[in-house]
Every structure is written in C-alpha cells, then in structure tokens.
C-alpha cells in the first residue's frame, strides 16, 4: 500500500502563485507514475499533470501547461506542483495520485491522496 498526503493548498490571489507537495509512505515512489488531478465544485475530477518515474517525461493539461510545473525528488519520496499565475478557475481540491504504468491510466489511477483546497480569488 501506498499512503500519499497533500499539503500546501490555501488562499491565494489570481497572478500568485502556491506549491503543491504530495508525500509518500508505506512504499517508495520510485517506481510510480506520479499525477496530480483536481475537482473544481460541482464539476467532474479533472487531470492536471503527470511525471514518469524517473522525471523524463511529464505532460499537462491544455489549461494548465506554461503554468504549472510537476517534478519529484524520489529520495525524498515526494513530489510537487508549483502553480504560477494562477486563476480562478484553478480554484478546486487537488489529488495527488500513484500508478505503476506509464502512461498512467487517467481514469483509473491506483492510490490516491485525499486532497488539498486551493481557492483563487480575483
């Protein structure tokens, strides 16, 4: 089993910028696809990013890319999200999630995180 925990989400003002960290324990990431999704209110959970175990290959949601960046320090077990010129529209719970394959199943990663809030405002 892998247990990942969020943290870094809050407040922030549109144009500002938030780091999303996302902590592993139980099994080392080393091997995992690791993503981030998101769920904005009443909408449908959404892909954000994903990076391949060894950090090579990443790619990005069409809303997001140029914005935010996805790495990880597998030493550390962790992996981030640094979010930059933010909207509101980017305003949802965040998810860090875990998969074996790359490219990850989208629709069907295999551990989650329980998310973090991020709130834009204008």
């Known amino acids: 089993q892998v247990q990942l925990v969020e943290s870094g989400g809050g407040l922030a003002q549109a144009g500002g910028s938030l780091r999303l960290s996302c902590a592993a324990s139980g099994r080392t990431l080393r091997t995992y696809t690791m993503g981030w999704f998101r769920q904005a209110p009443g909408k449908e959970r959404e892909f954000v990013a994903a990076?391949?175990?060894?950090?090579?290959?990443?790619f990005y949601a069409d809303s997001v890319k140029g914005r935010f960046t996805i790495s990880r320090i597998n030493a550390k077990n962790t992996v981030y999200l640094q979010m930059n010129s933010l909207k509101p529209e980017d305003t949802a719970v965040y998810y860090c999630?875990?998969?074996?394959?790359?490219?990850?199943?989208?629709?069907?990663?295999?551990?989650w995180g329980k998310g973090t809030l991020v709130t834009v405002s204008s």
């Open positions: 990076i391949a175990w060894s950090a090579t290959s990443t």
């Open positions: 999630a875990a998969d074996p394959s790359w490219p990850p199943p989208l629709d069907g990663m295999h551990f």
